[in-house]
């Protein structure tokens, strides 16, 4: 003890600065900051059996967001090309950062399925129903309920839970002022209850539901996304990246990037942060960058203000991007 009383009396200069120090650079704000990112090589997270190899490549687009501590939060300043953002504006109001980021699991899992869908359905494959689900996808903050945003649904009150659209019938005509809601959460199954309220007059349970579609391919398609990548952003590029190993490459020596939601159609929809996504596809001398054409506007201007060579091209749905590259 006298020892330990000794090291203190001799180094506490030291000790307080490393202290600070540790303050300094691990103190948490409520921001995230926001900066170019960079493009993931769809090989890596996507894998086909069987698969042909290519010259040319498609690249996913992301933008490189962390976490605000005092020491990032005040270099942000110092770099030109940094956005802070407050974390409440990544979330829908009064919802926690932890139910934000389990909607954009759900998210990407859905994209990943209707990228599946879309490329097999255009490439004339054969696709099987594999499983189909139920999920809590937002819970209002008014909701009397401990359901929580990712909760399988099973069952309410005696229904079983099959498709979206008998869960939400049943819910419209009921004349229960509670639902009794049977879940997973976890891998464990539970029982939860849910209460009605008014709004406006008008009887509302305040509950958003997320219908999941599970198929399965021929060749099998296996996804490998790591714990922290989520949302629907990466759709319209891993549709062509899987259409692409189904048919005639259609890449001809191009590194592809781009960004944009897909759905069961084969709509392009909008994304944000496509500013700091052409920035990322820039540095890693992509060839072409596709993006939705709600976006394509703030993608020349930032093309524009940074004299870039990188052919942006907008889309508004997936065969106008295949028609592109075919003519390329």
């Known amino acids: ?18 202290i600070m120090l540790f303050f300094i650079f691990t103190f948490p704000l409520p921001y995230y900051i926001e900066m170019p990112g960079g493009v993931i090589d769809i090989k890596d997270r996507i894998k086909i059996e069987n698969q042909d190899k290519f010259q040319g490549n498609f690249y996913l687009s992301y933008v490189s967001t962390v976490d605000g501590n005092v020491i990032n939060f005040l270099f942000s300043f110092l770099m030109k090309d940094a956005k802070r953002v407050k974390k409440e504006e990544f979330v829908i109001e009064n919802e926690s950062i932890e139910e934000s980021n389990k909607r954009s699991k759900l998210m990407l899992s859905d994209a990943n399925q209707i990228a599946l869908y879309v490329a097999y359905k255009k490439a004339l494959k054969k696709i099987n129903l594999k499983d189909s689900k139920v999920y809590i996808y937002y819970v209002d903050e008014s909701t009397n309920t401990n ?12 229904m079983d839970v099959t498709d979206l659209d008998s869960l939400v019938d049943y819910v419209k005509k009921t004349d229960k002022n509670e639902l009794n809601f049977t879940i997973l959460r976890d891998g464990k199954k539970l029982n939860e209850k849910a209460t009605f309220t008014l709004k406006d007059g008008e009887k509302m349970l305040g ?23 989520s949302g629907p952003s990466g759709g319209l590029m ?29 709509n392009v929809g909008e994304i944000d942060g496509v500013k700091y ?39 508004e749905t997936f065969d106008e991007a295949v028609d592109y590259l075919k003519k390329m």
Not at 298 to 303: I, N, P, S, T, W
């Open 147 to 158: 359901l929580e945003v990712g909760d399988e649904v099973i069952k309410v009150d005696d």
């Open 207 to 229: 509950i958003a539901f997320h219908y999941y579609i599970e198929i399965t391919t021929n060749p099998k398609v296996t996804f490998n996304f790591k714990k922290e990548e």
């Open 277 to 315: 996504k052409v920035m990322g596809a820039n540095k890693k001398k992509m060839d072409i960058f596709f993006v939705p054409k709600d976006n394509y506007k703030e993608a020349m201007q930032v093309k524009k203000e940074k004299k870039y060579k990188l052919k942006i091209v907008p889309v």
């Open 238 to 266: 891993m549709t062509l990246a899987i259409y692409n190993q189904l048919g005639k490459d259609i890449t001809k020596g191009k590194k592809i990037a781009g960004t944009g939601t897909i759905d069961l159609n084969g």
């Open 1 to 18: 003890m006298n020892r330990i009383k000794k090291f203190i009396k001799e180094n506490w200069k030291f000790i307080i600065f490393y």
